[in-house]
């Protein structure tokens, strides 16, 4: 019996929101299921071999046939793909999430702050996904998320963790190698390195970026969007390619570092799975455990803010306002852009607060492929003037740019390498660090690269922003100061005192220095 293709044609797909693609999807895959049962009915029994069968999402009446708990014993599961990620405050608290290969019962943390000493044991929670099979393309697929929270913890502390379940008890001796490690923020400001990139996905260089950043020994990790490409065309579409098993390999990829370095991440054009969800979030939610900080996270998992040392960071879902990739624009109905708005002003008012950092996936400033988005620059540049941000951090092109600081849309003060610039006074400078591990892109034609080592003359070149409808409009421009074509990643020492300061620094991924300024407010 051969069985309807469902997905959308690329024409159709172009003139549909995220959440008519899902309805049209949910529609058609029900219509499916009808005709695998009364094809099955009329040959006197279940067909096999044709992919999974109901609606995706991480709520079912029904799944897919799949081993249960109860048919493979738990000390035959091994856990895997753990990463961490801070609660609304760092200080108290920490969320850890990972995947298991099939269902398990009771599943758990063991937390102490010895590694002999877990006897703290905290109930997880289940998150099971399940991604319907698409005929002659994937089969039917069931992934199980787990996530603990970890709250009431002491600040400044080292704590010891294992992730487990019944028949797996990581506290015994065949197990203790399982066992790793976590530390909460400081009670108090001291001096701190955060590391940041953005389109990351699976390959050897993204494993390579992994290693450069364990070596600057950061407190946390800022992940831009575009996190792993299971989706592979990033339009938002149904009919864009998708494969769910590569979050398996893109967890245990970045194991060895997010078991013990939080990793803080947002959504780009590629997290967007149509799957799950109307909004396409609904894998997101499933997958990952991140602040809950005043801004519906069902409705847009990669928006929350959270106040590390003397800095503010706030993460912000750009599909919601790019005119690029239209799939999801608009759909907060503006109540992100108005909790921003609150939030800035929130962390402006902190005493304690010395910087605010800004993270999130299109670019308000890139000269590259993608260039820079009119929508962001519409919405949310004006609120990061009145609340003078300190620093924007982007992922979406493929190469390490940076640039001066921008002032009212043009250079406020020219900020080269090695200097330093005041945001109460210069304006703001942009970094897009989309070298994360993903295939590079490059920048216009002729515009050559220029970086620390490598500086060449300083010119203006040519751009476009993309505008409504998704036209561009060329620009040239003068405000791109750094280019770098290479896998790279940032590093951010926050200090503070009497002299507070952000000192960035790029690093290519040989570890070599390209690019290194200061931010200082009132110097």
């Known amino acids: 019996m051969d069985l309807p293709d469902f997905g959308i044609p690329p024409r159709l797909a172009r003139r549909m929101s995220m959440a008519e693609q899902h309805e049209y999807l949910r529609t058609k895959l029900m219509r499916r299921r009808t005709l695998v049962t009364a094809g099955a009915v009329a040959a006197g029994g279940l067909l096999t071999g044709c992919g999974g069968s109901g609606s995706a999402g991480a709520s079912r009446g029904t799944t897919a046939p799949s081993p249960s708990a109860s048919e493979v014993h738990g000390s035959f599961i091994s856990p895997f793909g753990r990463h961490l990620a801070f609660g609304a405050d760092p200080k108290t608290q920490m969320r850890v999430s990972w995947q298991v290969p099939l269902a398990v019962k009771k599943p758990y943390v063991r937390v102490g702050t010895r590694p002999d000493e877990l006897g703290r044991r905290i109930e997880a929670e289940v998150r099971d996904l399940h991604t319907p099979g698409v005929t002659g393309v994937r089969s039917a697929l069931e992934q199980y998320y787990l996530h603990a929270a970890l709250d009431g913890l002491r600040p400044g502390t080292t704590y010891y963790y294992g992730v487990g379940h019944e028949g797996f008890d990581p506290a015994s001796a065949a197990r203790r190698a399982t066992i790793a490690t976590f530390r909460t923020a400081p009670a108090g400001p001291e001096k701190f390195v955060f590391t940041a990139f953005g389109d990351q996905g699976v390959s050897q260089a993204a494993a390579a970026n992994d290693h450069v950043l364990l070596r600057r020994n950061p407190a946390f990790h800022l992940h831009a969007g575009d996190i792993c490409y299971a989706d592979t065309n990033g339009q938002g579409r149904k009919s864009d390619g998708y494969d769910p098993s590569y979050w398996d390999l893109f967890l245990k990829q970045n194991e060895p570092v997010a078991r013990t370095v939080p990793w803080m991440v947002t959504t780009g054009n590629h997290d967007m799975e149509a799957w799950y969800s109307p909004d396409g979030y609904g894998g997101q939610l499933a997958r990952w455990s991140l602040p809950r900080s005043g801004f519906d996270a069902r409705t847009a998992p990669g928006v929350y803010s959270f106040t590390y040392g003397n800095?503010?960071?706030?993460?912000?879902?750009?599909?919601?306002v790019s005119y690029e990739i239209p799939a999801n624009l608009g759909h907060t109905d503006g109540r992100q852009t108005k909790w921003l708005d609150g939030r800035l002003a929130e962390l402006r008012a902190d005493r304690s607060v010395d910087f605010v950092v800004v993270f999130f996936h299109h670019c308000a400033y890139s000269t590259s492929a993608h260039a820079s988005d009119g929508g962001v620059r519409e919405q949310w540049l004006p609120l990061f003037?009145?609340?003078?941000?300190?620093?924007?951090?982007?992922?979406?092109?493929?190469?390490?740019?940076?640039?001066?600081a921008i002032k009212q849309g043009t250079v406020g003060r020219a900020v080269p390498i090695g200097a330093s610039t005041d945001p109460t006074r210069d304006g703001i400078v942009y970094v897009t660090a989309g070298g994360g591990g993903r295939d590079l892109y490059g920048f216009p034609t002729g515009v050559k690269e220029s970086?620390?080592?490598?500086?060449?003359?300083?010119?203006a070149v040519p751009g476009f922003s993309w505008e409504?409808?998704?036209?561009?409009?060329?620009?040239?421009?003068?405000?791109?100061?750094?280019?770098?074509?290479?896998?790279?990643?940032?590093?951010?020492?926050?200090?503070?005192?009497?002299?507070?300061?952000?000192?960035?620094?790029?690093?290519?991924?040989?570890?070599?220095?390209?690019?290194?300024?200061?931010?200082?407010?009132?110097?």
């Open 311 to 320: 800095v503010g960071f706030v993460a912000l879902d750009a599909n919601d």
């Open 468 to 523: 409504k409808g998704q036209s561009a409009a060329k620009e040239t421009v003068e405000w791109s100061r750094v280019r770098y074509r290479g896998f790279s990643l940032l590093s951010v020492e926050a200090v503070s005192g009497a002299r507070p300061a952000l000192r960035v620094s790029a690093l290519a991924q040989s570890g070599e220095r390209i690019d290194h300024f200061e931010v200082r407010r009132g110097a």
């Open 385 to 404: 003037a009145k609340h003078q941000v300190d620093l924007v951090i982007n992922g979406h092109n493929h190469v390490y740019e940076r640039t001066d």
């Open 451 to 459: 970086y620390e080592g490598h500086v060449t003359r300083h010119d």
